[in-house]
């Protein structure tokens, strides 16, 4: 990164802080909130919370259905949000369905797709980085439908071993991968494993959970086939995500979750459905929440990705610094290290105190981190990990967080007489 | 909770009470914390008054579970598998005699639920939640 880049970062995302309400509490023993747990929920500007109050103090109301003014509005403003979901990644409203979370979305292809389209003995592909939601559900689709798992491997410090990939994807019907680790923040080559699964036939399935909220993402440069995202770690309310599909898989995938809404003309006995998106969107959806995504990635693209990562990748570097001070002190931080090839998460250990002893004194700090094995519990036995503590940055982290993660650090290393 | 990671509690982590494993043991169990994966297993020798004569346990985990293990294996020597199946959540806070957030409750009390367990041969309830 340029300099010219980090001061541009540094003065677009300055006043960032001031807009996230949150962040000017305290705790109960008077702290300083000091929020380095981004990976698990971003923290969500005035913006997004007055978007939602709005909703339902102006024009709540359910969508597609009521012929009233509040419910042409709650209508224009849901579809309108979708628009801009998709315009943040490149994509068609067409090809956005509104979810839960990335869990449901990455659900939502592999019960729609997986158990049309897999057979017996074909292979889905997928890393050794997955989280549990990108892990779990193909398991439990390959037991239905005889399909295999394969997996490739990482290095040690969390990196992908691309060298074999093209003989990995022998018979792969299906390749199931992370965009970013939740565990390491390593920054998986997407595109080019794109590439190279659609050579061999295979569809690409991307887990965007800690992709979209922290890099520029261009569904149509990664050529990918799903790309599955969650709001509430991008500054939207919980309980709102988003699957991207290429139009023409949507359109040939059978419904997920049926009921009203998703119909076209429903008799006693049978059903044709709605187009896409909204064939995969039965029920009434979460339209507050939609609404308040659609803000939020308004927010975002103010700010502009390009300068997101810019910043974070200075946070990263700064901190990769400022923790050296604790490695005589028995600090231990995994993965790759080096700020170009992570984003904004980082795991790691302080001497014998395990992760959740570590988080327990930060807290006294005002100081949130993540312990624990970040629902990546495969990764954890395999890297022969029994928990780690993981501090991960976002738009509003500067490097006063960092300072204070590092004092308390310390602290933790007095108390532990390390 | 400045004062939460007392010496003693550090002593017990660093240095466990009754660690290991028995010979056929009378009674045995094992289980997670579900929240952070902490485990810990407890072998009991009885007498024929149903007392326990020997104790040890395994585990790993963080220092609140056990050391909160260790120091109930010192505890417990001498009660009855009644009496055990019958220990309240506060033998354990009043040993580890510290405050323990909610959150950390679950880490404080799996020795406990792992030791009734052990009593009652099958699997307790969480302490905490009864």
Same mark, same amino acid.
């Given at each position: ?92 409203? #067409?090809? $956005?369905?509104?979810?839960?979370? @990335?869990?449901? +979305?990455?659900? &939502? %292809?592999?019960?729609?797709? *997986? ?75 997407? #595109?080019? $494993?794109?590439?190279?699964?659609? @050579?061999?036939? +295979?569809?690409? &399935? %991307?887990?965007?959970?800690? *992709? ?83 803000? @939020? ?122 | ?130």
């Amino acid at each position: 990164m340029s300099t010219h880049t980090a001061a541009a970062s540094a003065s677009t995302l300055a006043h960032v802080r001031d807009d996230f309400p949150i962040l000017s509490t305290t705790t109960t023993r008077g702290k300083r909130l000091v929020y380095l747990d981004s990976a698990a929920t971003s923290q969500k500007p005035r913006a997004v919370i007055d978007a939602l109050s709005r909703f339902y103090e102006e024009y709540n109301a359910n969508i597609h259905r009521g012929v009233y003014e509040i419910a042409a509005r709650a209508t224009d403003a849901y579809e309108s949000a979708r628009a801009a979901v998709a315009g943040f990644i490149g994509a068609d409203s #067409r090809e $956005i369905v509104f979810t839960r979370n @990335a869990t449901e +979305a990455i659900n &939502l %292809v592999a019960y729609s797709w *997986g158990r049309s389209s897999l057979r017996p003995g074909d292979v889905i592909l997928l890393s050794e980085l997955e989280h549990h939601s990108n892990l779990v559900p193909w398991q439990r689709v390959a037991a239905e439908r005889g399909a295999q798992l394969r997996f490739i491997p990482v290095d040690e410090h969390g990196e992908l071993l691309l060298s074999d990939l093209d003989s990995l994807l022998d018979g792969v019907r299906l390749v199931a991968i992370t965009h970013v680790s939740n565990t390491l923040g390593v920054m998986v080559p997407v #595109r080019q $494993i794109a590439e190279r699964a659609h @050579a061999a036939g +295979a569809v690409v &399935l %991307v887990d965007g959970a800690q *992709g979209a909220p922290h890099l520029p993402v261009d569904v149509r440069a990664l050529d990918v086939d799903f790309y599955a995202f969650s709001g509430h770690k991008m500054l939207a309310p919980t309980g709102i995500g988003a699957l991207y599909g290429k139009r023409a898989l949507l359109e040939e995938m059978p419904p997920f979750l049926s009921g009203g809404d998703m119909i076209r003309t429903v008799s006693y006995r049978q059903t044709t459905y709605n187009e896409v998106p909204w064939k995969f969107e039965a029920g009434t959806d979460s339209v507050g929440d939609a609404i308040a995504f659609g803000e @939020a990635v308004a927010y975002l693209r103010r700010l502009g990705m390009e300068n997101v990562r810019a910043h974070e990748r200075a946070l990263t570097a700064y901190a990769l610094e400022r923790l050296d001070e604790l490695v005589p002190r028995g600090l231990t931080i995994y993965g790759p290290r080096d700020p170009d090839r992570i984003s904004g998460v980082l795991s790691f250990n302080l001497g014998d105190v395990h992760a959740h002893d570590v988080a327990s004194i930060l807290d006294t700090d005002g100081v949130c981190i993540r312990a624990g094995h970040h629902c990546t519990m495969p990764l954890m036995d395999k890297m022969g990990w029994t928990a780690t503590a993981r501090a991960s940055f976002y738009i509003y982290n500067d490097e006063s967080d960092i300072d204070a993660l590092v004092a308390s650090l310390r602290k933790a290393a007095d108390i532990f007489k390390l | 909770m400045d004062d939460f990671y007392r010496d003693y509690i550090l002593d017990h982590y660093r240095n466990p009470r009754n660690v290991g494993h028995l010979d056929d043991p009378d009674a045995a169990a094992e289980d997670t914390n579900p929240l952070c994966g902490d485990s810990v297993r407890i072998e009991l020798r009885v007498d024929g008054d149903r007392r326990v004569r020997e104790i040890r346990f395994t585990g790993k985990g963080c220092a609140i579970s056990q050391a909160s293990t260790s120091m109930l294996t010192e505890t417990v020597k001498g009660m009855t598998l009644d009496e055990i199946a019958a220990l309240p959540k506060e033998t354990v806070l009043e040993n580890i005699g510290i405050g323990i957030s909610p959150t950390r409750m679950k880490c404080a009390m799996l020795g406990l639920r792992v030791l009734k367990s052990a009593a009652i041969g099958r699997l307790a309830d969480w302490p905490d939640e009864t």
